[in-house]
């Protein structure tokens, strides 16, 4: 039973990491074919690279890497260390292969163009990787820093500002403001490419835990994915012995990042996903 559960966490592990790779090299592609090219900055860290690139030449992967570098400099100590090392991998893939693509011709120089298949590819493969429970770091892990300061700002509120404020960036070094707004719609696509992938057609998931490791799962969820969790009573009929079943409300983006942590702390975990239509409460609709 031990080797059959090793067999199948290494088997989730790989798949985890395969997916991780697909999404950062298919962001890459975005990136490096048609938004660098046309000096279009959608937001994150590869926005603030093509920023750099197209008014310094600094290269867009040296920006990637320097970029996520500091950010885990500062949170190495607040996030948990499996998605610190899942978020590391992925950012290192992403810039490699930004660089990789770069030493090829872009595919258009219509900046239309670039700015809705850029912007889609970028926010296919972002939401690949954050849905194998990773991040490509960028605006996605600077959110989360800020948050565990200013805890009554929502997350997706914080990306936003900071992905826009990239986008502002751009005014700086072009004096062409339609740019700036195609910059803007790329940003657009990429934010509703990544819901597509990671969240389908629905916002939330209701989760429900059932595993001997609890404590550890409820300071998780508590700690890092700044959720409410209630510990339900029950009672397994088959093994007739009393549990504590976990309910907690989480967004799709969440939702991987928690099973992939459950799973690590307890193989043995039972965790049952519904949708919730809507969720009215802090952290989800207040009206």
């Excluded at 750099?52 to 030449?57: A, V």
């Amino acid at each position: 039973m031990d080797k059959d559960n090793f067999r199948g966490g290494f088997v989730t592990l790989l798949k985890s990491y395969f997916k991780s790779v697909t999404g950062a090299v298919t962001a890459a592609a975005g990136v490096a074919f048609f938004l660098a090219p046309n000096s279009i900055a959608s937001g994150g860290a590869s926005g603030l690279g093509i920023v750099l690139y197209s008014g310094f030449s600094v290269p867009v992967s040296f920006t990637v890497i320097a970029v996520n570098f500091l950010l885990f400099l500062i949170g190495y100590k607040l996030l948990e260390r499996n998605t610190m090392i899942k978020t590391a991998f992925s950012t290192i893939v992403l810039a490699v292969f930004i660089e990789i693509f770069s030493h090829f011709p872009a595919v258009t120089d219509d900046v239309f163009l670039s700015s809705v298949f850029g912007g889609l590819l970028l926010g296919l493969g972002t939401g690949f990787v954050i849905s194998s429970g990773s991040s490509t770091g960028g605006s996605d892990f600077a959110a989360v820093l800020i948050r565990k300061k200013f805890h009554h700002i929502p997350i997706s509120v914080l990306i936003l500002i900071i992905d826009f404020s990239v986008v502002l960036l751009s005014v700086f070094y072009s004096k062409d403001y339609t740019l700036v707004l195609y910059s803007v719609l790329g940003l657009f696509i990429t934010s509703k490419a990544v819901d597509f992938v990671v969240e389908g057609l629905n916002f939330s998931k209701l989760v429900y835990i059932i595993s001997d490791e609890n404590k550890m799962i409820s300071e998780f969820i508590i700690s890092n994915l700044n959720r409410g969790v209630t510990s339900l009573y029950a009672n397994g009929v088959y093994s007739d012995s009393d549990k504590s079943v976990l309910m907690c409300a989480v967004s799709s983006r969440q939702f991987p990042q928690l099973k992939n942590y459950v799973l690590t702390k307890d193989k043995n975990a039972f965790i049952i996903l519904s949708e919730a239509r809507s969720v009215y409460g802090k952290g989800f609709k207040m009206e």
